[in-house]
């Protein structure tokens, strides 16, 4: 049962450019939404958050996005550095039980310089 | 202050055998979670343990059980190895049971042959 879903595998830009990775849930009563990031042999990191009661929250050159009645959240990075080349992973948590954060199947970016 | 360590990086086993995977949590955190990465589906839910008692479970098989000790470290065991749980195992600590702010070790990379 993948309530979170990354439909894109893997994504390339241009340095520079912006990078937008998308995901899309499922389950109405996620409240809590993160991006995590991942380098290889290192386990993910935190990102950036968003509430579900705001539509964007920013920290810099990173940017989440919201819309929860297209149950769709995204993140922008802007503009995208080839440090940032890494596997991103969307998650969200559940009303009341924050203990059980679903995890989507993560998108692979590659920013060439 | 130190990250959270996972022991060993890597293990081979075959089918059929069972494996032990250890967890050190950061420092003051009381809470380790448990999470299985494969490509394709992401990060998956196994279990959390809070004061030695779980917490919280996935939608995982009997196989995979775990325990968590009073000086917060965890194990997580799987018996009768199936080629499918082939994958990288991680864990994730945070100080408080109902955090939202997790941090993860490297990993446990698990080939079953």
């Known amino acids: 049962d993948q309530q979170v879903k990354q439909n894109s595998p893997s994504l390339s830009v241009q340095e520079g450019r912006i990078s937008i990775l998308n995901c899309d849930y499922t389950n109405s009563m996620f409240d809590y939404f993160l991006w995590y990031k991942k380098y290889p042999a290192e386990g993910p990191t935190f990102l950036i958050s968003?509430?579900?009661?705001?539509d964007k929250n920013e920290d810099g050159r990173f940017t989440v996005f919201l819309n929860k009645s297209a149950k769709h959240l995204s993140l922008h990075i802007v503009p995208s550095q080839p440090g940032d080349s890494a596997v991103y992973f969307c998650a969200a948590s559940v009303r009341g039980n924050n203990n059980d954060m679903r995890f989507g199947a993560g998108t692979r970016l590659t920013v060439k310089p | 202050k130190a990250g959270v360590t996972q022991t060993p990086r890597y293990l081979i086993k075959t089918r059929g055998q069972q494996v032990t995977l250890s967890c050190s949590p950061i420092s003051g955190h009381r809470s380790v979670s448990w999470y299985q990465q494969t490509p394709g589906q992401g990060l998956q839910f196994l279990f959390e343990?809070?004061?030695?008692?779980?917490?919280n479970k996935g939608n995982f098989p009997g196989r995979f059980s775990g325990r968590q000790f009073s000086n917060s470290r965890s194990e997580m065991n799987v018996s009768t190895l199936e080629l499918g749980d082939s994958a990288l195992y991680l864990c994730?600590?945070?100080?408080?049971?109902?955090?939202?702010?997790?941090?993860f070790g490297p990993g446990t990379r698990l080939t079953v042959l």
């Open positions: 994730a600590s945070k100080k408080v049971i109902g955090s939202l702010e997790q941090f």
């Open positions: 343990y809070f004061s030695e008692t779980q917490r």
């Open positions: 968003i509430s579900s009661i705001k």
